[in-house]
């Protein structure tokens, strides 16, 4: 019988081809009408989610002669996010196999490079801390509407709430949209091109990445959570967030501890570590979970031993990135730490009230944030489901730090899996817990999920990517419609706080069943391609 046929595949005539089943025909076509969707959204003319960067210059313009109309542009990205949702949710059911090597990826990633971003106008943000970076200036002193009187071709197009706010990006994020903004020149569009093709590369080396480190039973969810993720390819990718970049060195680090035993593979996650927190400060955590990582497969001492490598790895990068910065990179993160989103359940206490007790109200949701997700995280620590089959099964059984019987017969095999596994718990935690929070917070839980096994987990983060995503469509607060605006303002402050309230509830009765209960480990199809 052919290899990768079942009895069922053949007839008297010969091996005939294998009938996928519905979901997984289902799952498809939703996929594809999303990513259509997004990319309709992309490669059309400016419109309420997408800022005008023309001219274009030697840049990719409008690929479609489409104007979309507001109300007709927030039904396709509400549209388009629906069907995410729902592929995600059929993957967990169907579990397709892996795609057959770089060809798929690699055209999705150029065809987004002839889009332009849409969902928010951060980018713009990027280049104009770049343009002020390389023309002489401090981003994070400096406004963009302060620099060149107003009148500076790059640092002008920041739109509204972002003109007068400095930089809250760390110096190796900016030194990257400095590199953006310097080929771009005084070109807007070119220097967003730029920085949109870093992304892609960030997004492709993820996946590279996770395929490296997970072993080849955990590629289809790779592929399913982060390459053709509408979520990642829609938010991350053509949202052309930095979120994305920081990832990347996030995924960099576990695969340099996992790969490179000892001293340099410690050392090197650590200078890693440094460029994902120096690009954006709460990626930094990726340090704590190689510390959970290394303890739990090696033990106190060795954690110890390799997480103060790590932080010398770290200083050897940080140290030099914030001596060139400069003491006040951090300055508008601490004035910006009291923010509250709209779309989250503390706006409904900050608009309720201006004090709880003697204690302003921003101080007690700050607080109250900082709880939450440490209880999040905690609920989420038992919901993880790892695989009974798999090395870290013994480790991860625990809902806490496993005895150091346990802890010995945990082989490095268990090392990757663990800290992406950890790192699925802190980043959802947060991104659910905190008082401001955006689609785009979610690019590592991502990434990591594919470590983990199909279990209710998957559920929880599709629906708070969904929430999110339909939250803050179509993004920008320019070029809509009074109709339009009060429909998604109205999503965005009076519904979705109570779905994210309705998340937290979900988390912790996951967490107190056990995700372990709800896990579904089976392995890969039958004739499902191999890895390549």
């Given at each position: 019988?052919?290899?990768?046929?079942?009895?069922?595949?053949?007839?008297?005539?010969?091996?005939?081809?294998?009938?996928?089943?519905?979901?997984?025909?289902?799952?498809?076509?939703?996929?594809?009408?999303?990513?259509?969707?997004?990319?309709?959204?992309?490669?059309?003319?400016?419109?309420?989610?997408?800022?005008?960067?023309?001219?274009?210059?030697?840049?990719?313009?409008?690929?479609?002669?489409?104007?979309?109309?507001?109300?007709?542009?927030?039904?396709?990205?509400?549209?388009?996010?629906?069907?995410?949702?729902?592929?995600?949710?059929?993957?967990?059911?169907?579990?397709?196999?892996?795609?057959?090597?770089?060809?798929?990826?690699?055209?999705?990633?150029?065809?987004?490079?002839?889009?332009?971003?849409?969902?928010?106008?951060?980018?713009?943000?990027?280049?104009?801390?770049?343009?002020?970076?390389?023309?002489?200036?401090?981003?994070?002193?400096?406004?963009?509407?302060?620099?060149?009187?107003?009148?500076?071709?790059?640092?002008?197009?920041?739109?509204?709430?972002?003109?007068?706010?400095?930089?809250?990006?760390?110096?190796?994020?900016?030194?990257?949209?400095?590199?953006?903004?310097?080929?771009?020149?005084?070109?807007?569009?070119?220097?967003?091109?730029?920085?949109?093709?870093?992304?892609?590369?960030?997004?492709?080396?993820?996946?590279?990445?996770?395929?490296?480190?997970?072993?080849?039973?955990?590629?289809?969810?790779?592929?399913?959570?982060?390459?053709?993720?509408?979520?990642?390819?829609?938010?991350?990718?053509?949202?052309?967030?930095?979120?994305?970049?920081?990832?990347?060195?996030?995924?960099?680090?576990?695969?340099?501890?996992?790969?490179?035993?000892?001293?340099?593979?410690?050392?090197?996650?650590?200078?890693?570590?440094?460029?994902?927190?120096?690009?954006?400060?709460?990626?930094?955590?990726?340090a704590v979970a190689l510390a959970v990582g290394w303890w739990v497969v090696g033990g106190p001492m060795a954690a110890l031993r390799r997480s103060a490598v790590l932080v010398l790895g770290a200083l050897v990068i940080a140290g030099p990135l914030h001596l060139w910065a400069g003491e006040h990179v951090y300055d508008q993160l601490d004035r910006s730490r009291q923010a509250v989103s709209l779309a989250t359940p503390w706006r409904l206490l900050l608009d309720a009230v201006d004090t709880v007790g003697p204690f302003?109200?921003?101080?007690?949701?700050?607080?109250?944030?900082?709880?939450?997700?440490?209880?999040?995280?905690?609920?989420?620590?038992?919901?993880?489901?790892?695989?009974?089959?798999?090395?870290?099964?013994?480790?991860?059984?625990?809902?806490?730090?496993?005895?150091?019987?346990?802890?010995?017969?945990?082989?490095?095999?268990?090392?990757?899996?663990?800290?992406?596994?950890?790192?699925?718990?802190?980043?959802?935690?947060?991104?659910?817990?905190?008082?401001?929070?955006?689609?785009?917070?979610?690019?590592?839980?991502?990434?990591?999920?594919?470590?983990?096994?199909?279990?209710?987990?998957?559920?929880?983060?599709?629906?708070?990517?969904?929430?999110?995503?339909?939250?803050?469509?179509?993004?920008?607060?320019?070029?809509?419609?009074?109709?339009?605006?009060?429909?998604?303002?109205?999503?965005?402050?009076?519904?979705?706080?109570?779905?994210?309230?309705?998340?937290?509830?979900?988390?912790?009765?996951?967490?107190?069943?056990?995700?372990?209960?709800?896990?579904?480990?089976?392995?890969?199809?039958?004739?499902?391609?191999?890895?390549?």
């Amino acid at each position: 019988m052919a290899q990768g046929l079942t009895t069922a595949d053949t007839t008297a005539d010969g091996p005939t081809r294998r009938r996928r089943p519905r979901p997984e025909v289902a799952r498809r076509v939703t996929l594809t009408v999303s990513l259509l969707l997004l990319l309709l959204v992309g490669l059309s003319r400016p419109n309420a989610a997408q800022p005008d960067l023309l001219p274009r210059g030697w840049a990719p313009g409008p690929v479609l002669p489409v104007s979309l109309d507001p109300a007709v542009l927030t039904a396709l990205l509400w549209a388009a996010y629906a069907l995410a949702a729902v592929t995600l949710l059929l993957a967990t059911r169907t579990l397709p196999g892996p795609l057959r090597g770089w060809r798929v990826p690699g055209l999705l990633g150029a065809v987004t490079l002839l889009a332009a971003p849409f969902g928010s106008a951060d980018h713009v943000n990027y280049l104009a801390y770049g343009r002020i970076l390389v023309t002489g200036g401090d981003p994070w002193l400096v406004s963009p509407v302060e620099w060149g009187g107003g009148a500076d071709p790059v640092t002008s197009r920041v739109e509204e709430p972002w003109t007068e706010e400095p930089s809250v990006y760390g110096p190796a994020g900016t030194a990257v949209f400095g590199v953006a903004a310097r080929l771009g020149g005084e070109n807007l569009r070119e220097g967003v091109w730029v920085w949109q093709l870093v992304l892609v590369l960030a997004w492709l080396a993820v996946r590279a990445a996770l395929r490296a480190t997970l072993p080849a039973d955990r590629h289809g969810r790779v592929d399913v959570f982060w390459t053709l993720n509408p979520f990642v390819v829609g938010v991350g990718v053509l949202g052309a967030h930095v979120d994305v970049l920081a990832a990347a060195f996030v995924l960099a680090a576990v695969l340099a501890a996992a790969r490179l035993p000892g001293t340099p593979g410690a050392l090197l996650a650590g200078a890693l570590v440094a460029l994902a927190g120096s690009t954006k400060v709460t990626y930094a955590v990726a340090a704590v979970a190689l510390a959970v990582g290394w303890w739990v497969v090696g033990g106190p001492m060795a954690a110890l031993r390799r997480s103060a490598v790590l932080v010398l790895g770290a200083l050897v990068i940080a140290g030099p990135l914030h001596l060139w910065a400069g003491e006040h990179v951090y300055d508008q993160l601490d004035r910006s730490r009291q923010a509250v989103s709209l779309a989250t359940p503390w706006r409904l206490l900050l608009d309720a009230v201006d004090t709880v007790g003697p204690f302003g109200v921003r101080d007690v949701i700050g607080v109250g944030a900082a709880v939450l997700a440490v209880v999040l995280a905690l609920a989420l620590t038992r919901a993880t489901a790892p695989d009974p089959g798999t090395p870290t099964a013994s480790v991860a059984r625990s809902a806490d730090l496993p005895p150091a019987a346990t802890r010995s017969s945990a082989g490095p095999d268990a090392f990757a899996p663990l800290v992406l596994r950890v790192l699925v718990v802190l980043h959802l935690a947060y991104s659910l817990a905190a008082s401001y929070s955006l689609p785009w917070y979610d690019a590592v839980v991502w990434a990591a999920l594919p470590a983990l096994a199909a279990s209710a987990v998957d559920v929880l983060a599709v629906l708070r990517g969904l929430v999110a995503a339909l939250a803050y469509v179509p993004g920008r607060v320019l070029g809509m419609t009074p109709g339009v605006e009060e429909v998604t303002l109205g999503f965005r402050a009076d519904v979705a706080p109570f779905l994210v309230a309705a998340l937290w509830v979900l988390a912790v009765r996951l967490g107190v069943r056990g995700g372990r209960a709800g896990s579904r480990s089976r392995p890969a199809p039958r004739g499902a391609p191999p890895p390549g």
